[in-house]
């Protein structure tokens, strides 16, 4: 077999076009949609990150402010910030790009992000709220990996489906995304016992550690989905996920590459999540 491959720059182009033509419509009722972008420190990958982020709303019409300090800020002017953006009617969305200094309490800056704002969905109110199904903003990351079985016709409900990582950005809100869908979800984790047991039973496996390679041919079901969320460097300095690619390929029924597979959806998503906080704030208005 020769897996489908799911192609996250191709969906992201269709989804950014409809995001482009929302933000027409609440820019010609006087609302453009603007997103504060924060970078705090010198992370050459966060760097990248955020300048993509800043350039795909350039590209589809929402506003943006960016606001880069160096890695000495202190936690109470970022939280002084935070405030500041949160007051900011042109401001409908606020991403703090993560990880922040050691020195900064991250889950107190995320607190401190009104939760209407949260564009990312990683405050404890929208946290909470997506466990019981009603979140403001679901997180990007797994949000586009929603999508992504969306378009590609794949039916979640009754399947088993394996999440590999257990972190709050994409884990634990994936899990909950998938139970929310009809999946019989399992997380592994680095202290699972047997990984490779869990991951044959799968019909879907979403991995997200940072370790590359982890998931090989051996631990795959002939015509699984198998998304890679992971971000890593090969011998040679090439972007990889945690999938062998080539190996798992040969099995899966369908595959996301990296790059080009789940990276572009965050960043999708975001601007989703931009536009429905302020098509919420218009419709307030
Ligand atoms: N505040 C947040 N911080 C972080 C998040 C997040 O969702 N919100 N997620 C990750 C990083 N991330 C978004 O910020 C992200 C990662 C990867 C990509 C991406 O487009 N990757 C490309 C390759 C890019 C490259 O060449 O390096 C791809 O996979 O094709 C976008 C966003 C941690 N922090």
Known sequence: MTAKLIDGLALSKTLRAEVATRAAALTARGH????AVVLVGDNPASEVYVR???????????HS???????TLSEAELLARIDALNRDPKIHGILVQLP???HIDSHKVIEAIAPEKDVDG???ANAGALMTGKPL???CTPYGVMKMFEANGIDLRGANAVVIGRSNIVG?????LLLEAGATVTICHSKTRDLAAHARAADVIVAATGRRNLVTADMVKPGAAVIDVGMNRDDAGKLCGDVD????SAVAGHITPVPGGVGPMTITMLLVNTIEAAERSAAQA
């Open 52 to 62: 993509n982020k800043i350039k795909a709303c350039e590209d589809n019409g929402i």
């Open 122 to 124: 990683f405050h404890v």
């Open 137 to 139: 903003f679901r997180p």
């Open 245 to 248: 690619f080539a190996g798992v």
């Open 172 to 176: 634990k809100p994936m899990a909950l």
């Open 65 to 71: 402010s960016y606001d880069r300090y160096p890695a």
């Open 32 to 35: 453009q949609p603007g997103l």
């Open 100 to 102: 922040l200094p050691s």
